[in-house]
C-alpha cells in the first residue's frame, strides 16, 4: 500500500543551521508530495507541494524536489530561524482516494536561538 | 484566522459523558474531515464529507459519530468515550468535489484538545 517514512525526532538546530527532514514514501502509481507545518496550539498547514516528478516545491525559504527516482521529498532549508520551530509532516495523495492525505509521524524542530 | 474554525479548543469529559465537537468553514469547500492527532503516531484519517455525503469511514468505533447538516458545518458527536480517546482532533476541509481534482490541499482547524477522564 501506500505509506510515508519520515525521520524521527526530535532534530534540535541552532539559528542560520542548514535543515534537511528526510521524507520517503511508498505508492504505486504517480502520487502527488506535501509538506505540512504544525505550529505550537495549531491546526497543520500547507507547507510546500510537488505534483509530479523533478517538480521543486518552495515557500518561506523551505525547498523540497520530487524525485522518482529514489522515492524521496527531503524538506530542506538554508538558514533556519527560531519561528521554524514546529513539527514537520510529510503527506503524499494518490488519485482515486479523494483527497486521503497520506501523512508520515511528524518530525519535530526546535531552533535555538 | 485559518478559514476553519473548531470549537471548543479544550474540552474534559468523563467516560460517561455525551459531548459534541463543532467545525465550520468560510472557504466554500465542499469536502471537511475528522482527523485524530495522537502522541508518537501519524495523523489517523476517521472521517469524510463530500458533498454532505459521509464518503469514508476508517473503521472509526461507534462511540464517535460525525453529522454534516450542509458543506460549511462539520460535528463529531461523543458519548461513552476511553481514556484512549484523548487526543487532539482535528477538521480540514478541501476544495475536493466530484470534479475536483484530488491534488487539492487540506486546511485545517487548530483542533479540539480532548481529555477524557
Known amino acids: 500500500g501506500n505509506s510515508v517514512t519520515q525521520m524521527e525526532g526530535p532534530v534540535t538546530l541552532s539559528e542560520e543551521a542548514f535543515l534537511t527532514i528526510n521524507c520517503t514514501y511508498t505508492?504505486?502509481?504517480?502520487?502527488?508530495l506535501f509538506w505540512y507545518v504544525q505550529y505550537p496550539g495549531e491546526g497543520l498547514q500547507l507547507l510546500l507541494k510537488?505534483?509530479?516528478?523533478?517538480d521543486k516545491g518552495s515557500n518561506k525559504g523551505f525547498e523540497a524536489t520530487y524525485r522518482k527516482e529514489t522515492t524521496s521529498f527531503h524538506l530542506e532549508k538554508g538558514s533556519v530561524q527560531v519561528s521554524d520551530s514546529a513539527v514537520y509532516f510529510c503527506?503524499?495523495?494518490?488519485?482515486?482516494?479523494?483527497?486521503?492525505?497520506?501523512f508520515g509521524k511528524g518530525t519535530k524542530l526546535s531552533v535555538k536561538p | 484566522e485559518t478559514g476553519v474554525t473548531q470549537t471548543p479548543r479544550h474540552l474534559v469529559m468523563g467516560m460517561t459523558n455525551k459531548k459534541s465537537l463543532k467545525c465550520e468553514q468560510h472557504?466554500?469547500?465542499?469536502?471537511m474531515y475528522w482527523y485524530k492527532q495522537s502522541a508518537k503516531k501519524p495523523l489517523e484519517l476517521m472521517f469524510v464529507?463530500?458533498?454532505?455525503?459521509?464518503?469514508e469511514n476508517n473503521s472509526v468505533p461507534s462511540r464517535f459519530s460525525p453529522e454534516c447538516p450542509n458543506s460549511s458545518h462539520l460535528f463529531l458527536h461523543l458519548h461513552t468515550l476511553q481514556p484512549e480517546d484523548s487526543a487532539l482532533y482535528l477538521c480540514?476541509?478541501?476544495?475536493?468535489?466530484?470534479?475536483?481534482?484530488?491534488?487539492?490541499?487540506?486546511?485545517f482547524g487548530n483542533g479540539t484538545r480532548l481529555t477524557v477522564t
Open positions: 510537488a505534483t509530479k516528478a523533478d
Open positions: 472557504l466554500g469547500h465542499n469536502a
Open positions: 480540514a476541509s478541501s476544495g475536493q468535489g466530484i470534479s475536483s481534482s484530488y491534488n487539492s490541499p487540506l486546511h
Open positions: 503527506a503524499l495523495v494518490y488519485g482515486g482516494s479523494q483527497g486521503n492525505l497520506i
Open positions: 464529507y463530500n458533498f454532505k455525503e459521509q464518503t
Open positions: 505508492a504505486t502509481g504517480y502520487p502527488s
